[in-house]
T-cell receptor, first 111, second 114 residues
Framework: RKEVEQDPGPFNVPEGATVAFNCTYS??????FFWYRQDCRKEPKLLMS???SGNEDGRFTAQLNRASQYISLLIRDSKLSDSATYLC????????????FGSGTRLLVRP | EPEVTQTPSHQVTQMGQEVILRCVPI?????FYWYRQILGQKVEFLVS????????KSEIFDDQFSVERPDGSNFTLKIRSTKLEDSAMYFC????????????FGSGTQLSVL
């Protein structure tokens, strides 16, 4: 089983749509979770951290289900500028320095 | 906003040659990292560096790879004898704290091994 697994997409949605991405992780000891955004051939950029209680940042909502080892990202009112690849990222254990990246889910927002 | 800078943006080399990729992390950051991304694949961790020593490394980071912080500002990745499969985008990153919160990436060096 892959350490971090995502649906590769692409998700092709119209402007204004709501879209949800899912991610599963294999290591139940994982402590920290993040969503990063990556534009084509650019560096990953932190979109938001994911907390156990769920958290929201404007149009973006992240949820964590530790029992199912499942993370989600909801984007409301999609903008053209949201078109990118969304990376689910996990810090596998508290003592680890590394981040494990999923392969990403590609989002295309059309006019 | 402070940023991580990497040079060069593109590097072309012949198989078997040594390359050094350079990075200037954000000045008050304490943790430094190298990641790589082969075209069309996921971002992969190579190595982390803290307190002037390697704190963690992946299986990819074998004897052909080394890192150094030669002065107070630069952080380098050296590949001693490049292979075709080393062709990738190499990202340097830095953070104030360990673990991923507020990890800042540089814009990357595209390494092409011919």
């Amino acid at each position: 089983r892959k350490e971090v697994e995502q649906d590769p997409g692409p998700f092709n949605v119209p402007e204004g749509a709501t879209v949800a991405f899912n991610c599963t992780y294999s290591n139940s000891a994982s402590q920290s979770f993040f969503w990063y955004r990556q534009d084509c051939r650019k560096e990953p950029k932190l979109l938001m951290s994911v907390y156990s209680s769920g958290n929201e940042d404007g149009r973006f909502t992240a949820q964590l289900n530790r029992a199912s080892q499942y993370i989600s990202l909801l984007i409301r009112d999609s903008k053209l500028s949201d078109s990118a690849t969304y990376l689910c990222v996990v810090n596998p254990e508290d003592s680890s320095y590394k981040l494990i990246f999923g392969s990403g889910t590609r989002l295309l927002v059309r006019p | 906003e402070p940023e991580v800078t990497q040079t060069p943006s593109h590097q072309v080399t012949q198989m078997g040659q040594e390359v050094i990729l350079r990075c200037v992390p954000i000045s008050n950051h304490l943790y430094f990292y190298w990641y790589r991304q082969i075209l069309g694949q996921k971002v992969e961790f190579l190595v982390s560096f803290y307190n002037n020593e390697i704190s963690e490394k992946s299986e990819i980071f074998d004897d052909q790879f080394s890192v150094e912080r030669p002065d107070g500002s630069n952080f380098t990745l050296k590949i001693r004898s490049t292979k075709l499969e080393d062709s990738a985008m190499y990202f340097c990153a830095s953070s104030q704290d360990r673990g991923g919160e507020k990890l800042f990436f540089g814009s990357g060096t595209q390494l092409s091994v011919l």
